[in-house]
């Protein structure tokens, strides 16, 4: 069984920068896939970002350029940098994980076994 984690979540105005963290517990070491959805209020779930245990990442279009997916040397922590933040990008993020890799630009297709109970993002403006 594997516990996520995520925190970094907050308020920011448009054009800032966050960071978010995952932290993951429990069975990690084996290959995986890991990354971010998110969910607004009204809104379809979407994918964000997700990477495999071998660092090759894959974004949404949406973000692609303005956020950075990447994991610690033991792959048991995940992180997402934001940059030049919309007021679109404002949602629930939750980490996600699945064992094997991911699927390149379809990542969003894939069933992930674990989720984070998710850190809430706000951009203003």
């Known amino acids: 069984q594997v516990q996520l984690v995520e925190s970094g979540g907050g308020s920011v105005q448009a054009g800032g920068s966050l960071r978010l963290s995952c932290a993951a517990s429990?069975?990690?070491?084996?290959?995986?896939?890991m990354g971010w959805f998110r969910q607004a209020p009204g809104k379809e779930r979407e994918g964000v970002a997700a990477i495999d245990s071998d660092g090759k990442a894959a974004y949404a279009d949406s973000v692609k350029g303005r956020f950075t997916v990447s994991q610690d040397n033991a792959k048991s922590t995940l992180y997402l940098q934001m940059t030049n933040l919309k007021a679109e990008d404002t949602a629930m993020y939750y980490c996600?994980?699945?064992?094997?890799?991911?699927?390149?630009?379809?990542?969003?297709?894939?069933?992930?076994?674990?989720w984070g109970h998710g850190t809430q993002v706000t951009v203003s403006s």
């Open positions: 996600v994980r699945k064992e094997g890799g991911c699927l390149g630009h379809l990542f969003w297709v894939l069933k992930f076994d674990y």
């Open positions: 429990g069975d990690t070491l084996s290959s995986s896939c």
